[in-house]
T-cell receptor, first 112, second 114 residues
């Protein structure tokens, strides 16, 4: 079945550091890909998405590019802030289905 | 800003007891989802409703879990009897239309079974 693998956490960075969180997927078709973020005590929020190969999703300084050849959707940000501290989930939705399949999540802590 | 509401936020119960969680989706959202998130894992879909009809409940442990959305608006998820392994965060999400893919999540109910 479909699955998502993302890098193990936790990740600890200093403010203004560069962030990469790796995500790879396995799917039978052509899924849509997502990054969700979960701040402490809150529900998941959609951060960005991409629906086809080579699409780049971006939001709040975060970016991820849908790479079909490497089945990847890595999350990047050039300069993280303390307020970016959260758990980040990579997810996919198979074409025609709304079911989201999530990775295990990566906890990011940004220190001032 | 419209939000998905869930209650209670926290629930502690003893095994073999019954528990129920409530979700009120964003007004006008036809699709409603219940997810279970075990500590350290990503959410897993338990059940999906389109209006009042179940679309997918393939991962719902039907011997002890039940879900309903009688009027196609709010929803209740019930566990009876609760087991130790049911300790998790239960998340509700909703989306406006089928196929839009953007799901809006509530804050969740943290269940602890003793």
């Amino acid at each position: 079945g479909d699955s998502v693998t993302q890098m193990e956490g936790p990740v600890t960075l200093s403010e203004e550091a560069f962030l990469t969180i790796n995500c790879t997927y396995t799917a039978t078709g052509y899924p849509s890909l997502f990054w969700y973020v979960q701040y402490p005590g809150e529900g998941l929020q959609l951060l960005l998405k991409a629906t086809k190969a080579d699409d780049k999703g971006s939001n709040k300084g975060f970016e991820a590019t849908y790479r079909k050849e490497t089945t990847s959707f890595h999350l990047e940000k050039g300069s993280v802030q303390v307020s970016d501290s959260a758990v980040y989930f990579c997810a996919l939705s198979e074409g025609g289905s709304e079911k989201l399949v999530f990775g295990k999540g990566t906890k990011l802590t940004v220190n001032p | 800003e419209a939000e998905v509401a869930q209650s209670p936020r926290y629930k502690i119960t003893e095994k073999s007891q019954a528990v129920a969680f409530w979700c009120d989706p964003i007004s006008g959202h036809a699709t409603l989802y219940w997810y279970r998130q075990i500590l350290g894992q990503g959410p897993e879909l338990l059940v999906q409703f389109q209006d009042e009809s179940v679309v997918d409940d393939s991962q719902l442990p039907k011997d002890r879990f039940s879900a309903e959305r009688l009027k196609g608006v709010d929803s209740t998820l019930k566990i009876q009897p609760a087991e130790l392994g049911d300790s998790a965060m239960y998340l509700c999400a909703s989306s406006l239309l089928s196929g839009t893919y953007e799901q809006f999540f509530g804050p969740g109910t943290r269940l602890t079974v003793l």
